[in-house]
């Protein structure tokens, strides 16, 4: 059994450069023996459905972590039915992982808005947090859980990349693309994903 994961829960419509920083900041700070990345089926607090196929986003996870052996692509949440609640992520994963330390990876924006997530109290008894700094926004977390989360702050350059950034600009054609791994890139273009 790891002493240590991460999981690196996301839509991940694409996966960028962020979402790769994020995992390898956690795991080199933390010292992670592996980290999960698991893209949602529908995650909550969204509207509209991911714009790429469960199948597309899963695959472009694979492109995007091929080079670090510890990432693993996880496509428990793309299996069950509905909203992919973390919750449910995170009691699946204690049950395999009684004796593992379990770090749920975050950027600020998301530690943010926390407090609103299912069963929160629940989940910070689950798993410990590793936030990073993205856009600006503090890496505190809200007054509501302050008494009851286990946080690691990771010490990273903030990288300024957004899936939303991106699936603008792949729509508009334009070629920058700055952020997008190589190989989601080409992924991209070979299955004419995000075009008008
Ligand atoms: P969208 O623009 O579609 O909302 P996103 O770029 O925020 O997507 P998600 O797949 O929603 O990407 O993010 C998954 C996780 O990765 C979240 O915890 C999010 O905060 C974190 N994350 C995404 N981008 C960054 C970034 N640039 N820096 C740090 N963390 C990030």
């Keep these: ?15 960028h450069a962020g979402h790769v920083a994020a995992a390898v900041v956690a795991q080199k700070q933390l010292g992670l023996d592996e980290v999960r990345i698991i893209p949602a089926g529908q995650a909550p607090l969204r509207t509209g459905a991911p714009v ?3 199948a597309d986003r899963a695959e472009m996870c694979r492109l995007a972590f091929a080079a670090y052996p510890w990432a ?3 496509e428990r949440e793309m ?5 992919s609640w973390s ?5 699946e994963l204690a049950k395999e992982y009684p004796e593992s330390r379990r770090v749920w990876i975050l950027g600020a924006d998301q530690l943010a808005r926390l407090d609103r997530w299912k069963d929160v109290a629940e989940l910070c008894r689950l798993v410990e947090f590793a936030v ?3 856009d600006g926004i503090p890496t505190e977390p809200p007054a509501a859980i302050a008494s009851c989360i286990r946080l690691t702050i990771l010490q990273a350059p903030p990288i300024r990349v957004s899936s939303t950034e991106l699936r603008e600009a792949l729509r508009r054609g334009d070629s920058a693309r700055n952020g997008l791994p190589l190989a989601v890139a080409r992924h991209i273009d070979e299955r004419s994903l995000y075009q008008a």
């Design 72 to 74: 693993t692509v996880d």
């Design 52 to 54: 790429a196929s469960p």
């Design 79 to 83: 299996r069950r039915e509905g909203t």
């Design 87 to 91: 919750v449910e992520t995170a009691q």
């Design 132 to 134: 990073l700094s993205r």
């Design 1 to 15: 059994m790891p002493a240590a994961i991460g999981i690196l829960g996301g839509t991940f419509d694409p996966p």
